[in-house]
């Protein structure tokens, strides 16, 4: 696909974004789904982290919510309100405490104390107050911006107008959600569709006076700008709020450890319905406010908060089949066929069954009744079932010894860390002999980390494999373009972009060729580890001649799974015909040797902009090349900030109030060429 075509297909979900965001925040329009709505997003990230030219400032990388109305006078946020990033179990949850040990550098013993507090799904306001009094509200808007709706907010009883108390801030931010009870609702429900809809349409009102007849709330739960505010932690913070006579939530604890977060969150679930306000989750905040300081904000979202959000809804329905699925390292996982249903705006027919153990633990079997839940983005699952309605000439579903695909021996390996067998079954076939083991090697090949072949799907390779266009890696470099063009759905265009798409990527770096290969337990940071030590794809094929397998247990990060994995790989001999008819094909370039006391150690950059006849992984390259770091925000450890052509405005005034240095592309390259 070449550079137009890419460019327009960016523009295009951009907009689509913008669409639905002004829908949402101007006109309290939900025209789809929250699923379907991040989905869209996740494209567009995608795109940009796979296209350095894709730089758009409507991105929702660079954007929360939608602009100001033109109904209200816009006024800049003081400090940006962000979004949130989400957690929908409690391995997120874990990998998130993870995150923040690891950004702290502290050890795993370490008690972090989180503030956890309802979500409530209302409109957030900010409140500031100048000594004392309230003297002006904005809405969220898109961040940076907000609607001046201080006339609106004036007419809930809630909102202090006046603050006595001697140890509020001269200057402040308080930060909140406007919402409407659910009590209070019923009266409304006929002119709003639920009722944040009826928060948001009263809070924009041109006439407060018909604000003021909307029985509004506002609970405070936060703070943007500062002036005055001496407080250690939020859970202090909150109990000033309460003092100072604003609405908290009742519901608001603070715990440690994922364990607790998670008894807490099931403990709210249930008390859910019994609420008379409408929550989605529970937002979770580093409790220590220097932690917070520490930890700081990536992109558009702070990394010291995540919503904990509530399963999906779930729903009841019949397993009709279970189909075994056979997956690129021969896992066999059952997938029960149900009747469709209707799980949060998503129509559901398929819900993973995970693995025999799980089958067998649950004991589901065809012709179950079942809930099925959906939470997030999540594959549908199911949680249970309803033996009160089980037949009674059910049987139970005897897993395949034999595999469905190639009538392999499955085998469950034996898992010496554990000491017990895995809840895996898998097929014994090695390499390419087993049919839907080879397409989901290749659609592993293609992948966005390994080859990276645009326009060359997971469907692409399915129907290329079912017309015998395809069998084995090498194939695709060697495709009947003639052949192609004379099928459906492709054109003269579409072929040429295929063919330009596939030519361009002949060209690989090391590590990212191994782990195309698709080795079990070989990532792409072991991957990463193996292409460094062995250093060229000459010395590869050198290793595996040798059979010199256990050579990398030197490798930190290397251990006896992964070197068992290779070792197995690599005595297969089509996997090595494989590797000797790619290398005829591909140049695979030598691994990129990191200096560890390069120019630039110890210092850390940040590129915003296009820059001149470089692209950006080539100017990250360079940079870690000689022992720069690149992070990911504007902040105090930020050393240079390098601009491009239009650069973000937003990082640059920023860099500026942190006194970062900001370098253009020419001063950026003088420095590297005085000091390499």
């Known amino acids: 696909m070449n550079k137009d075509l890419i460019k327009k297909k960016y523009k295009k979900k951009i907009k689509l974004v913008n669409h639905y965001n002004q829908k949402y925040y101007d006109e309290n329009i939900s025209e789809i789904s929250d699923a379907k709505f991040d989905q869209i997003k996740k494209e567009i990230v995608d795109l940009e982290n796979k296209y350095d030219f894709l730089r758009d400032e409507n991105s929702p990388t660079l954007k929360v919510g939608f602009k ?112 409407i009870q659910n009590s209070d609702f019923e009266k409304l429900k006929n002119k709003f569709a639920n009722p944040r809809n009826a928060a948001s349409g009263s809070l924009r009102q041109k006439d407060p006076n018909e604000t003021k007849k909307i029985p509004l709330k506002f609970i405070a739960y936060t703070y943007g700008y500062e002036n005055g505010l001496n407080i250690n932690s939020q859970s202090d913070f909150l109990k000033k709020l309460k003092q100072w006579g604003f609405k908290i939530n009742l519901l608001n604890k603070v715990l440690t450890g994922t364990k607790n977060l ?6 709210i679930e249930k008390k859910r319905n019994e609420l008379d306000f409408d929550i989605d989750g529970i937002v979770y905040k580093i409790n220590n406010f220097d932690f917070q300081k520490r930890l700081g904000n990536v992109a558009n979202a702070p990394r010291w908060a995540i919503a904990h959000k509530f399963s999906a809804n779930n729903g009841v329905s019949k397993i009709n089949d279970i189909d075994i699925q056979i997956g690129r390292t021969g896992a066999l996982t059952p997938v029960a066929k149900i009747n469709p249903i209707n799980i949060g705006g998503v129509v559901v027919s398929n819900a993973t069954l995970h693995n025999e153990d799980e089958m067998d633990r649950k004991d589901i079997r065809i012709g179950d009744t079942v809930i099925v839940e959906r939470a997030g983005d999540v594959i549908p699952h199911i949680i249970s079932v309803d033996l009160s309605k089980r037949l009674k000439q059910s049987n139970k579903f005897i897993f395949p010894k034999k595999c469905p695909s190639c009538g392999s021996k499955t085998v469950k390996e034996f ?262």
């Open 262 to 267: 998670m008894d807490n969150y099931h403990e």
């Open 68 to 179: 100001p109305s033109k109904n209200f006078k816009k006024e800049e946020h003081r400090i940006p309100m962000l979004s949130l990033a989400n957690a929908f179990d409690e391995k997120d949850l874990i990998n998130y405490e993870k995150k923040i040990f690891n950004y702290l550098d502290k050890k795993d013993n370490l008690q972090i104390e989180y503030s956890a507090e309802p979500k409530i799904d209302g409109i957030s306001a900010s409140l500031t107050y100048k000594g004392g009094k309230f003297f002006r509200g904005l809405s969220r808007g898109d961040g940076n911006q907000g609607e001046d709706i201080t006339l609106n907010l004036q007419t809930i009883e809630d909102i202090p107008k006046f603050i006595s108390e001697k140890d509020f801030p001269d200057d402040i931010d308080i930060r909140g959600e406007v919402f």
């Open 415 to 676: 898992n010496t860390l554990t000491k017990k067998k895995d809840a895996v079954r898998r097929c014994s076939s090695e390499g390419f002999g087993c049919e839907k083991v080879a397409i989901e090697k290749i659609k592993h090949f293609v992948s966005k980390e390994a080859f990276n072949i645009d326009g060359f799907g997971k469907k692409i390779v399915e129907k290329f494999w079912d017309l015998k266009l395809i069998k084995l890696p090498q194939d695709i470099f060697k495709l009947n373009y003639e052949k192609i063009a004379l099928m459906d759905g492709w054109g003269k265009q579409s072929v040429a972009n295929l063919k330009f798409s596939i030519n361009e990527r002949k060209t690989i770096s090391f590590e990212r060729f191994i782990y195309s290969l698709g080795i079990r337990h070989i990532g792409l940071e072991n991957a990463r580890l193996i292409s460094k030590h062995l250093k060229t794809f000459k010395n590869l094929i050198q290793f595996y001649k040798d059979k010199k397998f256990n050579d990398l247990l030197i490798i930190d990060g290397i251990g006896e799974t992964q070197i068992n994995s290779v070792k197995n790989f690599f005595l297969n001999s089509e996997n090595l015909k494989i590797i000797d008819e790619l290398s005829k094909i591909l140049k695979i370039e030598n691994a990129i040797i990191i200096k560890k006391d390069g120019s630039l150690a110890n210092k850390t950059f940040m590129l915003t902009g296009k820059l001149n006849g470089m692209s950006r992984a080539e100017a990250k390259s360079i940079i870690e090349q000689n022992s720069g770091s690149i992070i990911s925000n504007v902040s105090k450890n930020l050393d240079f900030l390098i601009i491009g052509e239009k650069p973000t405005k937003r990082k640059i005034e920023n860099a500026k109030k942190l006194k970062v240095k900001i370098l253009n592309q020419n001063e950026w390259l003088k420095i590297l060429n005085k000091t390499s």
